[in-house]
């Protein structure tokens, strides 16, 4: 049973950095592309980041493009999210899933707040 656990979050100021982490359980890790997504109040969940599963191609959304970094470690069974110059438009709760889901589970993310 796939079992998702995001944290890391917090409250930080414009500018600031964060690092999010995500550990998997219930599904051979190395075998999956994994992705952050992030959810802002009133908004649609949004891809941000992903990471093929060796970790070999990673892409971005453009809003986070040479801000973040995604990595993973398939050892620790972990997918972090290092995040700089932070801007309160980043506001959001964090979520990691699978490549391609299960789209119908969510772990309960992590509160990322931006503000001065």
């Known amino acids: 049973q796939v079992q998702l656990v995001e944290s890391g979050g917090g409250l930080v100021q414009p500018g600031g950095s964060l690092r999010l982490s995500c550990a998997a359980s219930?599904?051979?890790?190395?075998?999956?592309?994994m992705k952050w997504y992030r959810q802002a109040p009133g908004k649609e969940r949004e891809l941000v980041a992903s990471i093929s599963n060796q970790g070999a191609i990673q892409n971005y959304a453009d809003s986070v493009k040479g801000r973040f970094t995604i990595s993973r470690d398939n050892a620790q069974r972990t997918v972090s999210l290092q995040m700089n110059s932070l801007k309160p438009e980043d506001t959001a709760v964090y979520y990691c899933n699978r490549w391609n889901g299960p789209y119908d589970y969510w772990g309960q993310g992590t509160q990322v707040t931006v503000s001065s």
């Open positions: 219930g599904f051979i890790f190395s075998n999956y592309g």
